[in-house]
Structure formats: C-alpha cells, structure tokens
T-cell receptor, first 111, second 113 residues
Framework: SQQGEEDPQALSIQEGENATMNCSYK?????LQWYRQNSGRGLVHLIL?????REKHSGRLRVTLDTSKKSSSLLITASRAADTASYFC???????????FGTGTRLTIIP | DAGVIQSPRHEVTEMGQEVTLRCKPI?????LFWYRQTMMRGLELLIY????????DSGMPEDRFSAKMPNASFSTLKIQPSEPRDSAVYFC???????????FGPGTRLTVL
C-alpha cells in the first residue's frame, strides 16, 4: 500500500465552508508536503512541514503534523470554487531523496 | 522561467509502437523525476536522476521502459514496444537540492490502442 493514505477519498462542501483532509503514513519522515492537482494539470506544491514542526500556515491553508500518530491534516478555510481539485500528501523520509505520494482527496466546492 | 516543459501533451499510438516522451526541467534544478498516474494505481515514481545520473529506477515497470538524461536540460522516457496497459498520464518533475518541493510539468496523456 502507499506510504500516504488520504482521507476522505472525496469531499464535497459548500463554498465558504472549511475543508479538512487527512493523511496517514507508515514510516518516519524528514518532511511532509501537500500538493494540489487541478483536472488535467500537473501537481502544484502548496506547503511543506518539517518533522520538528507541528503546525504551519500559508494564506488560507493550515497544515498540522503529528509524528507520534504518523498523520497530517490540511485545512482550507473559507473555501472557494477555485479550490476544487485533488489534494495529495507526499512524504519525504530524507536520505533517499524521493517523495512518496498518497492516493489523494478529491475536493469539490459547490458554489 | 517557463517551468517544466513536457512534450507531446497528448500521444495516441497503436500497440507495439515506440513512444518517446520528452521533458525539459527548470534551469538550475539538479533532480529530475518521471511519474506515471492512473486511476487504478495513483501517482507512481518511475525513475529519478541527480545531475543527469539515474539514481533509482526501481519503479520502472518493465524492460520495455527506459529513460535517459543526456544533459541537464533534457530527459526522455521511452516505451518500446508500447501496450494498452501503458495508457496513463506521465509527469516529469524537477527540484533543486536534496529536499523541498518538486515542480511538475503539465504531463503527457498517453493512449495506446
């Protein structure tokens, strides 16, 4: 199974509401990253959180990391129609240079 | 910077034909990654290069797949012969340094009939 597993697989909310997505992983990490993928496009990096950090903010994004539970969450506040996309977490174990991507959460914002 | 450039954007071919996908990473980036994305298997890392040298090709599914990086500004992923199960979107990504975010290209949607 993949290192990162996102939950839920799909999420639909009304515009203006907050969206929360979760990611669980199995092995120790150096950092964890979140990416967004719009339909038919490549992935775009959103935010990186290091293993010694617990929370990080970037605009309307808030990421938390709990290394004891091997989990992370991505919160998008005041959602907009343009936030409709798939969101992936990716873990970087450090040392071997490569990321392992999760299965993604498909987020739909209803106008 | 134009970002990571991939060509072609779409490729339709018949089973048994050779397919070559191309990637130009962001100038100055020393890491290049090739991924494949399908509905069934998600996003899979196929191979990655550091300073034009292949580091890990454990994700390459079969000997029909090969990748090269002859210089810092160009890489190819070749499938020979292609099969219908190779149909997917293939992404190239590049990165500067050991850790940090990757920059993805727009992808090549490959359909093998």
């Amino acid at each position: 199974s993949q290192q990162g597993e996102e939950d839920p697989q799909a999420l639909s909310i009304q515009e203006g509401e907050n969206a929360t997505m979760n990611c669980s992983y199995k092995t120790s990490i150096n950092n964890l990253q979140w990416y967004r993928q719009n339909s038919g496009r490549g992935l775009v990096h959103l935010i990186l959180i290091r293993s010694n950090e617990r929370e990080k903010h970037s605009g309307r994004l808030r990421v938390t990391l709990d290394t004891s539970k091997k989990s992370s969450s991505l919160l998008i506040t005041a959602s907009r129609a343009a936030d409709t996309a798939s969101y992936f977490c990716a873990t970087d174990p450090g040392g071997n240079e490569k990321l392992t991507f999760g299965t993604g959460t498909r987020l739909t914002i209803i106008p | 910077d134009a970002g990571v450039i991939q060509s072609p954007r779409h490729e339709v071919t018949e089973m048994g034909q050779e397919v070559t996908l191309r990637c130009k990473p962001i100038s100055g980036h020393d890491y290049l990654f090739w991924y494949r994305q399908t509905m069934m298997r998600g996003l899979e890392l196929l191979i990655y290069f550091n300073n034009n040298v292949p580091i890990d090709d454990s994700g390459m599914p079969e000997d029909r797949f090969s990748a090269k990086m002859p210089n810092a500004s160009f890489s190819t992923l070749k499938i020979q012969p292609s099969e219908p199960r190779d149909s997917a979107v293939y992404f190239c990504a590049s990165r500067s340094g050991l850790a940090g975010d990757q920059f993805f290209g727009p992808g090549t949607r490959l359909t093998v009939l």
